[in-house]
Structure formats: structure tokens, C-alpha cells
């Protein structure tokens, strides 16, 4: 049985649409990815081996090729372990090709079964042109920001399988917090600097020019990094 799950890579800084084909057939058990790959999408095999059976799966004993559509450009990275993974399992008749049916994946995986975060999941998202587009959870609010596809979000592989299913509701997407603000240098930690207190005081109070010199160590920086 052939299935095709779409997905994305990364080119330079850009994302670039990638078919992921599976086909599984009988003949002596093996699993070769072909379609430009590069070291970490061929170390596919192994993550997705350990996934599946980490997640209580079973892995095909017969031939299973990958084929990373269009051929001409190069595949890197491991963010297309997901889309391998939900392709295997659909061409060996584990999960409905309906239950996935106009959405795409992207996601490393660990050998445990988590589906981990991967570089440039924005720039990915981008270029993906489906109706819905599942990613690593903790990635999931900086995905949603591009405002195209809906996004969800899959932190294991057994979680993900059951809510296709319908076993289980989508998890919320993670609530995207900028980092803290460090709060601005203050006069107040300065100690002893009587003059060069005051003249900034008066320079900043007055709207005057100031120019700070003196031997290094003196204290100009720190007290020009105060100003307002």
C-alpha cells in the first residue's frame, strides 16, 4: 500500500514543501529512505523503529522505502521523522488514511516516543498548504502565530495516534510568554560617585551635553548606562 503524508524542510532559512511517500511490499525486510536525504533523515529508520515500538506499535518485517518528494532538493534535518512515522503506519494499514486526511506533520522523535521540537518550525508551517498542520507541542504557539493552517500539537506518538482516532481531544497549544525584561540599570546601586552623580543628575535634569572621561575602571560606563 502506498501513502503520502505531507510535510516540510528547511532550505537555507526558508521552508520547502516535501511529500513523504511510504510503501510497504513484500520481500526481505528492510527500510531505505531515498529522495536526496541527508545523514539525519537516513538515521530515520532508527528513531522511528524505536518510536513505534516504544509506543506499542509493531514494525513491518517486509520492505519499506521512503521516497522525499521532489528529489531535486536536498532534505536535512530530522523534522520529517513525524510524517515517516504517520506514512508507515498508514501503509501498514495501522491507521486510517482518512483520520489524516488534508493535514500535514512536522516533528523529530525521540526514541521514546516524544515528538520534539525542530529549527525553523515558522518558516516550515509557511510553505505547508494544508488544512491543518500538527507540530511538536512546545513549538505549537510560535507555529500558530503564522495564522495560515490550523495548528496542533502532539507531545508523545501514542497521544497524537489517539486523538486521530477520536480516543482523545487535542491538547491547548501553549500559551506563547516573552521573555522577562531585565529591569534598567538604576542610580540607585550606585555607590559613593558623588561628582559623577551629580553631573549626570544635572546633565539629565537639564537636557545638557555631557562627556565622561577618565582612567578605565573610573566608573564612566556605569554611570552612563544609567542615564535615562
Partial sequence: MLAIVPSATLLGVEGQPVAVE?????G?????????????????????????LSSGLTWPERRVTVNLAPSGIRKTGAGLDLPIAIALLIANDELDAAAVEGMAFVGEL????SVRRVPGTVSLVEEISARTVVVPLDCG?????VGGPEVRGAATLTTLL???KGEENWPPLPKLCPPPVPPPPDMADVRGQDVGRAAVEVAAAGG?????????????????????
Fill in 22 to 26: 511510504c510503501q510497504v511490499s513484500n
Fill in 28 to 52: 526481505l525486510p528492510g527500510f531505505t529512505v531515498v529522495g536526496l536525504p541527508d545523514t539525519a533523515c537516513r538515521e530515520a529508520r532508527d528513531r522511528v523503529r524505536a518510536a513505534l
Fill in 110 to 113: 525521540g526514541l521514546d516516543g
Fill in 141 to 145: 504557539a510560535e507555529a500558530a502565530l
Fill in 162 to 164: 489517539a486523538c486521530l
Fill in 208 to 228: 545638557h551635553h555631557l562627556l565622561l572621561s577618565g582612567p578605565p575602571g573610573a566608573g564612566k560606563t556605569m554611570l552612563a548606562r544609567r542615564l535615562p
